[in-house]
């Protein structure tokens, strides 16, 4: 046979030949069970929330969140706001447990050009902040903040819009800390969280992706892209992340707010493989769009969210931003996960 008959015959083969096929990338809707009362500053002001579970009564849980013009919302799990403390510009928040109690960190971008870190104090009896002080986090604007907890340290993990992510041991009571780590990524990144349980942090670069990195100071500055912004699984920007974990190893998942289609991706930790996106859409409550900070608890809350919290703030809710509560167990329910 002719190589021009081979050709031609090559070309019929694939003309015949069932087209390949292409994974299908769905999203499925959720609806949310609960919402916080709205921020007071009628603007782009509610961006990032963090849970405090009370181990003792799940029920009596608090949420502590950022109006990112104003200061600190600490809300009960009916909505309802408990208390505010004034602190200007702080824009994302995180929480930890500690031998000195309840620490409370937001990134403080109230000098441009100076990043810090407010610490407080969260008294659960009163759902009060008490301000500890502020520590200094290097050169920029801070924006995201992560905290981890190990035993007998504090580490907070600070991103900064042009690339860098500092990570700053800190002493909380005494309001102090140390640079002790500089990482680098090409563009602005945002959302961080810490598997506690891996030493792994995930960072969020909002035009680029998912980074994974060894949260130990002494694993050096270097990253891997673990999920890539492709406009089918996650859309820029990468906003908040959250981690609900499961089990003593690495079980549990990633979720990614995937803020321009207005959903979240979910990926396995085991694996850090994509296993579903999901949104929040409008029920009793109306849904979320544009979300900037998410967290999520898998632990027990009480009657209403027996099955686990996911907290999300919604950008688009009237008349001021505001966030919503999910229960985790139908988030999973809907993506198949067990």
């Known amino acids: 046979m002719s190589r021009a008959s081979v050709f031609l015959t090559t070309l019929l083969l694939a003309a015949c030949a069932p087209p390949a096929v292409v994974p299908q990338i769905t999203t499925v809707s959720v609806t949310a069970d609960g919402e916080t009362v709205p921020v007071a500053t009628l603007d782009d002001a509610a961006d990032d929330p963090a849970i405090w579970r009370n181990a003792a009564d799940p029920a009596a849980s608090l949420i502590v969140a950022t109006d990112k013009k104003r200061g600190l919302h600490v809300y009960g799990l009916d909505g309802a706001e408990r208390s505010f403390v004034v602190a200007g510009r702080v824009n994302n928040v995180d929480l930890a447990t500690t031998p000195a109690g ?73 309001a102090t800390g140390r640079i002790v780590r500089t990482m680098k990524l090409g563009s602005q990144p945002e959302g961080c969280v810490v598997d506690a349980r891996t030493a792994r942090l995930y960072v969020g670069e909002e035009d680029i992706g998912i980074w994974r990195f060894d949260a130990r100071a002494a694993a050096g500055p270097k990253g891997t892209l673990i999920a890539r912004v492709d406009g089918k699984r996650l859309f820029d920007d990468v906003e908040g992340l959250a981690i609900a974990t499961e089990g003593t190893t690495n079980g549990g998942y990633l979720v990614a707010s995937s803020q321009g289609d207005n959903a979240f991706a979910v990926y396995r930790l085991s694996d850090e493989r994509y296993v579903g996106r999901f949104r929040i859409g409008d029920g009793q409550f109306g849904g979320t769009q544009e979300t900037d900070g998410i967290e999520i608890n898998a632990a027990d809350f009480g009657a209403a969210y027996p099955g686990g919290l996911m907290v999300a703030q919604d950008g688009d809710n009237q008349p001021a931003q505001n966030f919503k509560l999910v229960s985790w167990a139908k988030v999973k329910a809907a993506l198949k996960l067990r």
Do not use: H, M
Not at 112 to 129: H, Q, S, V
Not at 140 to 167: D, S
């Open 102 to 174: 309840v620490i409370v960190a937001a990134s403080d971008r109230n000098d441009d050009a100076n990043g810090k870190i407010a610490l407080f104090r969260l008294d659960p009896g009163t759902a009060r902040l008490l301000p500890l002080g502020v520590v200094p986090a290097g050169p920029g604007e801070a924006y995201g903040i992560c905290l981890w907890a190990t035993p007998g340290a504090l580490t907070a993990f600070v991103t900064f819009k042009e690339g860098t992510v500092r990570q700053i041991e800190l002493d909380a009571p005494a």
